[in-house]
């Protein structure tokens, strides 16, 4: 099996649309929310140019993948795409070994420096000296 070279897509800024790009994305999608599939009505409907594809998940800033979107639509569709984002960056972390700093091990967990012991002794981990209980 050959090795995987991972690469990071990371995050594209965005840039500024003109009204004249704005026009052009609606006519290409005839004024259809790229999420739903229901038509927007321009005059009466909150409505926003939606990346198709989340810059914060590898999409272009390009007008191919730009399409209008009802704002409830942009809204939901916008905490998946943070939420499927934020999944994606705590795997890549397991995957390389990165611990989280302000985590802390759970009292006598294995992590910690103290084990308490079936009879209620809590012993150091470390040097294995009893610090409360009977012995």
């Not at 191919?64 to 569709?77: F, I, Q, S, V, Y």
């Not at 890549?92 to 910690?112: A, E, M, T, W």
Request: glycine residues 12%; proline residues 4%; hydrophobic residues 30%.
């Amino acid at each position: 099996m050959g090795y995987f070279i991972p690469e990071d897509v990371g995050t594209t800024i965005r840039g500024g649309l003109s009204k004249t790009k704005v026009l052009a994305i609606w006519e290409r999608h005839k004024g259809v929310c790229v999420n739903c599939g229901r038509p927007i009505d321009g005059a009466r409907d909150k409505w926003f140019c939606e990346h198709i594809r989340a810059l914060e998940l590898g999409g272009t800033d390009t007008e191919d993948n730009l399409g209008p979107a009802h704002w409830e639509c942009k809204r939901d569709k916008d905490a998946e795409d943070h939420a499927r984002a934020a999944e994606a960056k705590r795997e890549k972390c397991v995957h390389l070994g990165i611990k989280d700093p302000h985590r802390k091990p759970l009292p006598f967990g294995r992590n910690s420096n103290f084990k308490r012991r079936f009879d209620g002794t809590i012993v150091d981990r470390r040097t294995g000296q009893v610090i409360r209980g009977t012995r």
